[in-house]
Each structure stands twice: as C-alpha cells, then as structure tokens.
C-alpha cells in the first residue's frame, strides 16, 4: 500500500488556517501538556512556547482540518453534494461498495463473423475490429486466453472463450460475440460491414449484429455517492439489486434486467436440500435494444423415409442450431421452392444442461437445443420439393429460417455464468424473458369531429412501450391513453389485446428422461413429448397474468412459468390496430 | 514555573542558554524581554504580542532621549498589559514594567528595564526618573 501523502491531499495551505482557530489550538495543546507538564513554561515568548508550542499549534490545526476533509470524503452525503477532497481515495472508497464507472465509457455491441470454413479457427483475443473513423472494438471475453470457434461438430470447453459455429447457408456459417471498444464516428448500425486488424482467409466477413450502444456518460463521483447512499448494494450476482446494478453497468444495451431468487413465484429451479436449506438458484432475466433482432439462416435438412408408407411418412429432420437463442420464428421456407407450402411443421425443444436448465427453463437460453421436422409437402403422393443427393444416397433439401433473437442474451450468459463472475454457492442462468406474443392490440378511440388523428405517432410510440416493456415496468393502460389523447383522440373506449403466451418457439418439449438421439427417434420421441399449456391473451388482464406450470412435481411437468418478474411483450407495429368510434 | 534559559549579553547577541533554565517570576521577566524585542504583529496567534520599539528605531523615529523615552513607555506599557493578560497559573502576576534609555552608544541606543511583580519581586536594574 502507498503511503498516502497526506499534507499534499488533506491538509490546507497554513495561510488558511485563522489566528482564531490556531489561538484556540494552541490554547488546548497548552492545557493537554500541562497534565503532565504543570511547571512547564508555554506561555507565549517563552522559549518552549514560542518554538514548540507554536508550531505544534499549527501542526494540530491543519491536522485537524485535514481530519475534518478526510471525513468528509467518507461521508458520502458530503461527497454526493460535490464536496471530494481526494478524488483517487474517495473513488477507491466507493470501490469497496462495488460503486465503479471503470466501464461506463464503453460501447458495446455484437458483431456478426461470418467463415467460409467448417473447421476450428481460433481468433486472437486482442484483435480489433473497426467500423469506421472512431469505432474501434474489441471482443468482450469473459474468460481467459483467445476466442476459439468451433466446427459445427464440436464443443466449447468450460470456461474457455468459444462458440460453435453455425450454418447460415449452404457454404457458410457463422458466430455472434460481443464486442466493447470506442463509438466516436458514425453509430454503428445492424448491417454496417467491419474490418479486422488481424485478417484471415477463413472469415469471409464481419458485420454488426444489431444497433451498437454508445458508452454511457462518465459517472462523476458525487453521482456514484449520492447511488451508494441511497441503495448499497454491492456489484455481484448475490443479491437482486446487486445483480441489477452490474448488468446495468457492463451491459449498458440493455433495456431490462429482473434477477429472479429463491421464493420468487418465477423461481421454479429452487430445490430443499434434505438438511432443509434451500439451494441459491438465480434466474437473469435479460432483454436488450436489440431484442427481436430479425435473422435468417438456411439449414439443409436430411429427408426421413423417401417412399412413405402407412405410418412412416416422408418427412426431413435435422437438429437446428441457431446462431442466437430464438424468441420468435417468423417462418420456415424452402430456400429452393419459397412457393411450395409447407404445412405440419414440428419444433421439439431439449436442453444440453437438464439439471441447470430442464426443460422449458432452457427456452431463451444457451442451453435450449431444437429438433425441426418439415412434412415433405405432396400432391397426392408426389413430393412437391426436390432434394438432392448427398452421402450415402440421403436425399436433403435446404430450408430458410427466418426468426427473431436477442444477440445480448448469449454475451450477457457468458459474462454472468463465467468462474469470475457467478458467485459461489448460488447456480445462475441466464435466460430471455418469456414471450407474450400479441397478435393484435386493438384500440377503440373517439375523436372530436374535423380532428386529424397523429396514429402513426401513437402507433410507434405504442409499439416502443411495449418493445422495452418489461420488470421493474409492468403493463399498464395510462401509457396507451396517453398516447392516443397526444394523438389526437378524447376518449379510449376499449384495448383488446390477442395472442397468447409463447412458452418456447418449439412446440412439444423432450422430457429430461429421454436420452435417444431425437432424430432418429422423432415418433419415440414425440410418444413421450410434453406439450405446454395454451395460455391465450385475450384480455388486458391476461397481460400482467401470472401462471405456474399446474404439474410441477409431477412426471409430466413442463416447468412453464410466467409473472410479471419475466415477462416480455412482442407486439408487432403492424398489429397494432386503430378504430374510431363514430358516436 | 520553568523554562529554557535566554543569555540577552553577548557577541553573537540573544542567545539559547542551552544548559540553564529560569523558574519562577524569572519566566515572566525573561518572557517580558523577549516581548520588548519583538515587533507587533510577528505572530499571527497573538496580534498583541511584541512592541514596536525597534521597528521605530530601525525607521529613525528615536533620535533624541525625548524620543527614546516616549517609545519606550509605550513598549512597556505593551508588555506590561500583554503578560498580565498571558500570565500563567501560580506564577506571581505582572505589576510593573520599567523600560528607560540609558544611553546612546554606536551599537545603538542601551535601555534599562525592570519587572516588579503584584508580590513586589523585582527583576532587572530599576530606575527612577
């Protein structure tokens, strides 16, 4: 520890210091000294006097000025008025309260690496990537040593910096990683093309995954005391506010976060010891600006059973992995045939951790994993997509997933479920909110005759509320009055929302106890496959809607759950419906 | 009462009696010179402590007897007032202080001075005038 400099720091210039306030040092010292010292003469002009107790007087004043400063800048009500003596020590004193704004100034984002290889490649961890004058990034890696990506085949190891790359078309595949630098030029956009100082043959290109975040504003430090004393928490996972003010802090982009704990209603994975204790369990709800990013990849799928017969129809089955956690699928095509319908699709849903995530706790997560099966679509009996030939004479045809995510999810899990990070003794995931997919809002209004409604108006704003709509917010219909009344109408007569909740994208979930390869036991599978609740939206109670899986403990339990802690809204601007009533 | 000696004679002018010390009403009187020399105003604790004796003689304001004794009532009148004011506990009071031009020589102008206590202890050469 460096001795701190006190007299440079803390103590004030001796011209400071009032004849009053040294008279009335001096005049203690005096009194102190002479318990022990009665016949000492300390009487001004006196030898002692003059040249010890003197200066000693000045020594004490100053001193106890300096005190006075020193405990100043431990007051925090001090320092958050703007009062700080020592910068470096009172923000070294914040530290140990975790209140830090070492990371404020960073944007954040999440790049796009597109390879043109299917084989490991291993990316220096101090590669930089560029996006324009002022843009510079780095990849935001939670763990120690380079960035390693992954053949299609393989894994990553535990608490290494890795991804496994995925196919986006039929010759290239590609991994999402956030990346945290400088946004100075231009603001980098979803699409915008990025460069890398360290370049290679196998990365065919780099691009930005959604909006980038500009770094939040340095935080003086009378603003980092003035948020410690008014909540102290400390910048760990160990308790809600404390993990609401690290995400907050290393994930600017995100618009919400709701650390869900034991004996939340959310909280399904608690589990009693048999010593009656419960475990720490803490689910991170997240959801950023780049929530229901729109993605599409093209996944060539294997065709089951060429010649259908009587209870083997002709169908194609593949895993599907995708480059993010999807929220929402759009649609599935064919890639070759976009006219062709495509009718009876299935999505099964499994986990690749069944004790940290079972079941449909891994939707939104990492840890869900997806099995698709396309009905071949026939005309009669005619298959009406072609296929090609691949090894071993399988026939295979390319299909085009469009589909919806939020690339933080995976950066945000890799930070929060890092050895660094997730605090002992307390297992964290970290997970999407659950989706409450409205097909429509519908809202009734009346308007003044002559008046011209600003609905395009309401309508975005109608549409961003909900977008960023989640915990600590929950849904209310003010904001939608308010936003009709702003556009122009004088009475809301009605909301009517529809839709219903979206538990995962997949439809039947594999229960844990099924250990066969789902491919090629899809109908063993299926026999077994657990089918979540319908829970339909058809009321404005329905949105703030609470609901525990009604078989929870029981075999066919899906461990469905949703409240007002983890759940989000996905309504899209063209299902916001307007109608005027003509009274 | 004790404290550190001053030698007021000699060569190398006041001097740290390192080896002696003064007790009792000698403090006082010691304390009393020592205030006669210094300037008013030299220390910021005690704006009243010291006189203005030399600093007027230095600016020539003392060039007859006439002057020398007016100035040096003033002086004692000063010290006189400032060590009553600072006396100490269980020290013989300040009374009186005697301060009177005994000559001109060239090193400059040689006063007497004399410190009678409430007690009637006297310190230093009394002169009547």
Known sequence: MTTPDFISTYFPELSEISAAQLLDARTRITSYLAVTHPDLDMTPNSVFGDLVITPFAHLLAAHETAMGRFMSDLDLENVAGGVIYNCDFVRKYLNNFAVIDRDNLQSTGVIRILICVNTDLTIDRRTRYSFGDGNTFTLKLPHPGHFFIKAPTGSVEPYTNGRVMVPVDTNRWAVDIGVVGTMTGTPVLKGDAGLSDMPTTAISAISASIDFTTGLPETSLAVLAEKTRSTFFSATLNTRNGARHFLSKEFPSLTAYSPVINSDTEQLREVISVLGIAEGKSDIYVISNGFANTDQQTITLPLFNPVPSFGNPSRFIAKVTFVNPPCYIDSITSATQPTVGLSGILIAAGTTDSIKAPLAIASYTKYATYYLMIPMPLSGSTPLLTTTIGDGGTQYHSFTIAYRSDPMVPVVADTVESRDVAPIGIDVITRGFVVMHLTSLTISYVKTPGVTMALDTARTEIFNYFKTLAYPKVFSTSRIIDSMYYAGATEVTSIVPAGAVQWSVANKIIPTSFAEDPVEHWDDMMGVALTPPVKTISTLADLTMTYVDANLGESNQTMVVVGKRNVCYLLDLANIIFTEVIE | ?129
């Open chain 2, 1 to 129: 009462m004790k404290g550190l000696a001053l030698q007021f004679s000699g060569a190398s002018g006041i001097t740290l009696a390192v080896t002696k010390k003064v007790t009792g009403f000698n403090c006082v009187a010691q304390n009393g010179m020592v205030n006669i020399a210094c300037d008013k105003g030299s220390d910021v604790i005690y704006p009243d402590k010291g006189t203005t004796l030399y600093k007027d003689a230095l600016a020539g304001k003392v060039p007859t007897f006439t002057d020398a004794y007016h100035y040096s009532n003033f002086a004692a009148l000063d010290t006189r007032f400032f060590l009553k004011n600072q006396a100490p506990a269980g020290v013989e009071v300040i009374d009186k202080v005697v301060l009177l031009p005994f000559t001109y020589t060239t090193a400059g102008l040689v006063l007497k001075a004399s410190f009678s206590g409430a007690n009637g202890t006297t310190i230093g050469i009394t002169t009547t005038t």
